[in-house]
């Protein structure tokens, strides 16, 4: 246990999302339930193969929440090697022959990738405003799950129309735009949210509990509405009969892409990290940016 206290304190200087911490814990105690006496710097072959099997048999692990807990433990053991505790890290090698999907950018090939009506259809479908709210600013913004929860009443502008995301360690840019659709989708829930916020929370978006929804809650609110419309199978193993927040990123990279958006447009608001010199001084005019969104982001009639 000391060993993963000592991980989660170096993924915490490295500066990983906050909220990514808890679910690294949770995947090492399990880890170490199955392990039970033996030492974790020990861990084998055998080991790593038949914590696969006790997953899937013991625990009825979809194949996804296998592959999470391997991401974590290959993290951690990555660590255990920069420290000198181990020679070399045991999982990468299990990854690969025994995760299918594990290869580098496999899920962006096989990610869900769903039509501008069927993008309509969900929304429409959804019957509560929260959740029509939070699935056109994961569409028309782009912004990942974990930056859609983190969100206050305060970093909206709806005058306009723009987000001001909260720092992380995965993003550059922080400010998004929203179109005339998602702003009145979400005029419509803050509506409803003055009328519920009786634990006055600063979170924009609120579980049925009063307060700051989870991740779990945004998965829950996009999957259930693409399987409501046939687009999301929760019992198929196969990345692409399945719908989840990600799948919203992917539709709005993809769409803004087939618009016609500059490619370093889409990168700015993407967020993605400035590694490259043309990056570093490619200083891109918001102004622009925000005529460019406009002009290319899909309309849903909504």
Not at 37 to 52: C, P, R, T, V
Not at 79 to 106: C, M, Q, T
Not at 182 to 209: C, M, P
Not at 259 to 268: H, P, S, T, V
Request: proline share 3%.
């Amino acid at each position: 246990m000391d060993l993963i206290s000592r991980y989660l304190a170096d993924c915490e200087d490295r500066g990983m999302a906050p909220g990514s911490l808890p679910r690294y814990r949770s995947a090492m105690n399990i880890f170490v339930a199955y392990m039970g006496d033996k030492d974790l710097k020990e861990a084998s072959k055998e080991d790593l193969i038949g914590f696969i099997r006790w997953l899937r048999k013991d625990r009825e692990a979809s194949q996804k929440t296998i592959e999470n807990y391997f991401s974590t433990l290959s993290s951690f053991y990555k660590f255990l090697e920069f420290e000198g505790i181990i020679a070399a890290n045991p999982v990468p090698p299990i990854r690969e022959r025994y995760l299918r999907r594990y290869k580098d950018n496999g899920d962006s090939h096989a990610r869900k990738l769903i039509s501008v009506e069927d993008a309509a259809r969900m929304i429409r479908a959804e019957p509560d405003i929260r959740n029509k709210a939070m699935l056109a600013i994961l569409f028309k913004t782009g912004m990942r799950r974990g930056e859609l929860v983190t969100l206050d009443i305060s970093d909206v502008d709806l005058v306009e129309n723009t987000i001001r995301l909260k720092p992380t360690a995965k993003r550059s840019n922080r400010s998004l735009f929203m179109d005339d659709e998602a702003a009145y989708l979400l005029r419509r829930w803050l509506r409803v949210r003055e009328g519920i916020n009786r634990r006055k929370e600063s979170a924009l978006f609120l579980s049925s509990w009063g307060y700051r929804i989870s991740r779990n809650d945004v998965y829950r609110a996009v999957t259930e509405a693409a399987a409501r419309v046939g687009l999301h199978n929760a019992r198929s193993e196969r990345l692409e009969d399945h719908f989840s927040p990600h799948a919203c990123r992917h539709w709005f990279c993809t769409h803004l892409f087939r618009a016609g958006m500059r490619r370093e447009y889409i990168k700015e608001l993407r967020g993605d990290s400035r590694k490259e010199a043309f990056d570093l001084y490619n200083h891109i005019d918001l102004k622009e940016l925000k005529e460019a969104y406009l002009a290319c982001i899909p309309q849903l009639g909504v």
